[in-house]
């Protein structure tokens, strides 16, 4: 039930596609869900992050859609750049006691070709 | 500049002797907490913390050991190292703010450990 799990393990698209990530989950206590990015050789850093009463959000070129009944969530990198190649993970948030808990997916590695 | 720095970045060591990474943040965060990273499994959480002496377990603590003595500062402590326990260890940090603990984790560059 603490599980988040995220799809596909890796990816490859052409400058301009747009790539897609999926996260699902079982928890219904989950109540918030952000994104991580990281790039080779360095630590994990926030790229967007929604909550479960939104069924999108955009910043920029990342998208975030939110399924709540399907319990389901991902990220959409629109005109994706080489800039972009990096790892993504979906984490997602939960309150237990006195304090939430951040369990994370496994990790997409994204590669962005010419 | 609001970081949070680890030392070392990259060791390699033999199996049960004693090793401690250190972790240290400026940016007066209360949460603090240790991932490990492997292929395939994403990032584990090891212990974290939400204040000065009040630490608990992660999902994968065995083998670790922890300490938060200083508000700053959260070190990690292999009392003996296994080869199971080659990985790549993150610390992070963040504020409780806002009902959410933790916010927004902000990461060290990560350490690189191997245990022959």
């Known amino acids: 039930q603490q599980q988040v799990k995220q799809s596909p393990q890796s990816l490859i698209v052409q400058k301009g596609g747009i790539p897609i990530i999926n996260c699902a989950y079982e928890?219904?206590?989950?109540?918030?869900f952000p994104w991580y990015q990281q790039f080779p050789g360095k630590g994990p850093a926030l790229l967007i992050a929604?909550?479960?009463?939104?069924s999108e959000k955009k910043e920029g070129r990342f998208t975030i859609s939110f399924n709540k009944s399907a319990k389901q969530f991902s990220l959409h990198i629109m005109d994706s750049q080489p800039g972009d190649s990096a790892t993504y993970f979906c984490?997602?948030?939960?309150?237990?006691?006195?304090?939430?808990?951040?369990?994370f997916g496994t990790g997409t590695r994204l590669q962005v070709t010419l | 500049e609001a970081q949070v720095t680890q030392n070392p970045r990259y060791l390699i060591t033999v199996t049960g002797k004693k090793l401690t990474v250190t972790c240290s943040q400026n940016?007066?965060?209360?949460?603090m907490s240790w991932y490990r990273q492997d292929p395939g499994l994403g990032l584990r959480q090891i212990y974290y913390?939400?204040?000065?002496?009040?630490?608990d377990k992660g999902d994968v603590p065995e083998g670790y050991k922890v300490s938060r003595k200083e508000k700053r500062n959260f070190p990690l402590i292999l009392e003996s190292p296994s080869p199971n326990q080659t990985s790549l260890y993150f610390c992070?940090?963040?504020?409780?703010?806002?009902?959410?603990?933790?916010?927004?984790?902000?990461f060290g560059e990560g350490s690189r450990l191997t245990v022959l």
């Open positions: 928890n219904t206590a989950f109540d918030y």
């Open positions: 913390s939400m204040n000065v002496e009040v630490t």
């Open positions: 940016m007066n965060h209360e949460y």
């Open positions: 929604i909550r479960p009463d939104v």
């Open positions: 992070a940090s963040s504020l409780i703010a806002g009902g959410l603990v933790p916010g927004e984790l902000f």
């Open positions: 984490a997602a948030s939960w309150v237990t006691g006195t304090a939430s808990k951040l369990t």
